[in-house]
């Protein structure tokens, strides 16, 4: 099955760097992708949510 790749960027205060975290999920959708994680009660509303392309190995 095909993967997609998102990454979540939670901004943090002033002075610091943002929180960022990639995930692999289990669908060709970037749509689906995108909302099955921003459905994650983990994600804070505030993230920025994006589908961003693999790395090539």
Known sequence: MQTTTV????PM???????VWH???MTANPA???RWTK???Q????????VVERASN
């Open 7 to 10: 990454r979540v960027t939670t």
């Open 13 to 19: 205060p002033s002075g610091k760097e943002p929180l």
């Open 23 to 25: 995930f692999d999920l």
């Open 32 to 34: 689906e992708a995108i």
């Open 39 to 41: 459905a994650t009660p």
């Open 43 to 50: 994600v804070l509303p505030h993230a920025i949510v994006e």
